[in-house]
């Protein structure tokens, strides 16, 4: 399974949007790959359109999605500090994602720099695009 981070659904949702996050995430979707989690509903469906947010919130009802646990919350806390502790800021919604991918041990599909770091400096496993897609080098 594949994480997928706001950043990739609204540019995939998005009409102009780059071809090559369109064709990635429909891979994902096509092979049941992708999955969902809170911070992501919250990003991608509070800040929809009015006349889209029905729309979406159908289609979202019929992806995996991970449910956070109060667990979470302290991993997350966790990861933040060690981040802190090598100098690197990184937004909070990024932080408690790329802590449930960890514990899920599924990979993040974003485009958000942050998640380089954190596959860098904190082991979180990213997603690639490509024939199959792939893991991050280590």
Wanted: charged fraction near 30%.
């Amino acid at each position: 399974m594949v994480l997928v981070d706001s950043s990739i659904w609204i540019e995939g949702f998005r009409r102009d949007g780059e071809l090559a996050v369109k064709v990635a995430l429909d891979g994902l979707l096509d092979a049941y790959e992708a999955m969902w989690c809170g911070p992501v509903k919250l990003e991608v469906l509070g800040g929809a359109r009015r006349e889209e947010r029905g729309k979406l919130e159908f289609f979202f009802d019929c992806i995996p999605y991970g449910a956070i646990t109060d667990a979470a919350w302290d991993d997350a806390k966790k990861l933040a500090w060690h981040m802190r502790d090598r100098g690197h800021t990184i937004p909070w919604n990024d932080i408690l994602i790329a802590s449930l991918a960890r514990s899920w041990n599924v990979r993040v599909y974003a485009k958000d720099q942050h998640y380089e770091i954190l596959g860098r400096e904190a082991g979180v496993l990213l997603y690639r695009p490509g024939y199959g897609g792939s893991y991050a080098a280590e």
